[in-house]
């Protein structure tokens, strides 16, 4: 009896754990219902098509189950004989083809209009490349990309203790897209290099970013707020670490974030500019060459420069680190095609650039000893 | 009739016999279930809570690469060919399969095609890690050098499966008993003749998309690569027109299995026998004209989602007629509750609730908040796991007293349904909650708002994963000291090997043909 109860008492343990679980998270059991037309439509359908299922479930397994109890060999010793009724096969066959029919009407109701992105108030370019989204206001003259803002040592806990996690914890970027409520925005979607996914569940858009094609999806949201979401599908080593996050403002904030955004814009082309005339010494030049390094290629090349080979090569004695400056500025500017490899002309200023190559060159035991001045990029882009 | 053949190693390597080639399906089956189901405990182990804690992203990705290859051709395929040589001869009244030298060489080159594939982990960038469906260009432009090693893998095990269904395919036509017609097979020689002509049909594309894929990598061709005017799309319309039809080889013949067992513990005919095989061969046609649902949000035109949204939940019609035809067998029959029935049982609600999910990811519209999160890997895992595998285990405890002469400890083996039955639910429903709350699939790290959910499923899966190793026990303790098994086993079974049949079976099936009535 003793083992009986300890059993129970476990059996009691364990489901209480179940259950507090299922509680505790009971804010995450369903889809939300978003704040879209589109995705309180898609919302209302799901919860429909749920209950259908459940209605088909509980007749189905309801029968099941009285068959297990009442024509059990103990209780039903001599079983039927019949084995086949048309009669009855034509019904069931008919009976799923008329609830299907009936699900099937407001499906492709909806299908259509999440479908028709004509007229819109104004269109975004969103462009996926691992493992960052860029977005390019077409009509506003904005542009700018967009990171995973939480820091590696948050979640990189292989052999050491990871920092603690923020309430947004990989769904926090640098740069949101911002866009203002109210409004029927275009998206164009599409990738640099493989094919990515841009998902947000509280708008109910996903659309595949493709390499080489243009895809066009539209959001129109009904509720001012920040709407977190992921890439969602599989785009190589860092798939799981490039959030999408959409900041949706007043129509006058959005205004004021762009004409900001514009003035930000042009102070920092003048700053750049500015970097970018002088001529800079080896340790400022490594600091910030450091500082690019650890933001935009250590993800690939790691930090202390040996790569994970031979799809991400090791830069630290590496025949491009050491060999000639001007194919380092190519490799590093255009990218290679074909390899994971992006350009990095437009994604960092002229004195970023000169940096992180000087740095390259200098850093891990690399001793080339040569520097490489914002000049000398700005000479290279131009041609020269 | 003598049983005259080579012992020990060479036994293994040459032998033609149908039931010598089905027991090493099954055994190398049962392996790749262990060596992908040890990947699934990292992947879990991985997920048990936000944070990565024992492998890196790129090394997740590979896990779940392999995972999802070894268990569909290493796992699933290899048991279902198993169960096909093992039975198939024996249900038609046939001595062995037709072309039994094919057949030992279709076995014998899947350990070539699972060593190279497996071996690629050891490789230099390590093993593929763009997941088991490889879209390009992540696996043409982008993939790892030991990609090679999986194009030459996957030709192998296409190979591989096409003689096995040529065999199916030849022996049926050719070999079933006098007086054994088609309208008369049981339902599992129907399935899988089915499946045997799916097989055909799609392991030839398959092998058409990874040669396209080498000769991208290395001969200059630009299919998948749209910078060289080809279209990565394309890449998923060919996958698909494979990939969907290989999901009903998987489940086909567990449902022939079910509808073997379900009868025979009901005590009573399978209930509309016809319409089970016109139901099996819509299901299978249909199975190819619905491939593009997998890639609604691709950016298909409008029309192209609404065919194919429309023509995905017109296979409810027949998988409902099946389900039903299942019920109605139970119903009014004289049930108990052996393991194989048991595991059936278990087949047909737990698949339903997968067919009940799939019905939801058919709806376009609500298919975007569902594509590609964790509510399909839950989908998927309930139509294979408690679908494909727990119909290929039915299968082994129900004629496993037919093969060997022994009778497994009936205790243990219902010990080893409860187990397997609870935790294959706690692994795979929470799965449905993280899905809908936004997860997506093969991620390695996650916000915490999916902890609960992701630590519930680990939990379950470790208690899976070692479930099954009882699995393994108990069926090499029947092999060893199982008490014997009498020539009908169970008192409901019907069907040639249970009423003409000496147990064990005998090493040669039916040197003259038996009277079928």
Redesign the interface.
Known sequence: MGNRRKLLASLAALLSF?LS??V??S??????PGVTE??Q??YD??MM??WV?TG??VV??G??FY??IF???SK??????W???TK??FV??I???VI?TA??VP??K???K??DASKPDMTIQVTGSQWKWHYKYLNEGIQFYSNLATPRS?????GKE?ET?G?????EVDNELVIPVNKKVRLL?TAD???H?W?V?EL?????A????I??TWTKVLEVGTYR?????????????MPVVVKVVSESDYKTWVENKNRERIVAEKAAAEAAAKSWDMSKLMALGEKTYKDKCAVCHKEDGTG????FPGLKDSAIALGPVREHIEIVVNGK????MQAFGSQLTDAELAAVITYERNAWGNDKGDKVQPAEIQAFKAGN | MSDHHPTGIKRWLYTTNHKDIGTMYLWFSFVMFLVGGAMAMVIRAELYQ?????????FF?QMTTMHGLIMVFGAVMPSMVGLANWLIPMMIGAPDMALPRMNNWSFWILPFAFTLLISSLFM??GAP???WTF?A??ST??G??STDFFILGVHMMGISSIMGAINVIVTVFNMRAPGMTLMKMPLFVWTWVITAFLLIMVMPVLAGTVTMMLTDRHFGTDFFN??GGG???MFQHIFWFFGHPEVYIMILPAFGVVSEIIPAF????????S?MVYATASIALLSFIVWAHHMF???MP?AG??FF??AT??I??PT??K???W???????????ETPMLFS?AF??LF??GG?SG??LA????D??Y???YFVVAHFHYVLFPGAIFGTTAAVYYWLPKWTGKMYNEKMGQLHFWLSMIFVN?TFFPMH??G???M???????????S??N??ASIGAFGLGLSQLLFLFIVIKTIRSGKKAENKQWEGAAGLEWDQMDTPAPYHTFSTPPKVS
């Open positions: 179940i679980g299922v505790s998270a804010a995450e059991l369903n889809m939300r589109t995705s439509s898609a359908l799901h098509v749920i299922m088909v479930a189905v397994f029968l099941m068959s297990f024509h059990r060999k039903h010793p001599k079983p039927a004989t084995s086949h009724s009855l096969e069931w066959t009976i799923p083809f299907l699900l099937s499906a492709v909806l299908l259509i999440m479908e948050q979640f990189d806990e292989v990871g996690k309430e947004n914890y990989l769904l979607v290099d493989v094919i996914s998902w569940p109910a858009v996903k659309k595949d493709i390499p080489g094609f895809n066009e979401g992921q890439c969602t599908e599989l785009c190589g080593k860092d798939h799981g670490f994970t080979p031979p799809v095609a074909g390899t994971g | 936000p944070g990565l804690q024992f492998v890196q992203p790129d990705n230099e960038g890690n763009f997941g879209y260009p992540l432009t982008y790892p050098p749209a910078a279209d990565p799309v009901s005590r009573k005919k399978l209930f509309g026998y319409s949000a691709t950016g409008v989602e609404l949204m429309i939940m017109l409810a019609v409902g007629v389900v039903f035809n019920v109605a067998t139970m119903w009014r029959g004289s049930l108990t509750f049982i047909v609600i339903t609730i009940f019905v939801m709806m376009a519209p609500v975007f908040q594509h590609d999160t706690l909650f993280s809908l709350a936004g997506p699939r093969r991620i390695p790290d996650y916000n915490m708002m999916f609960d959910f630590m519930l």
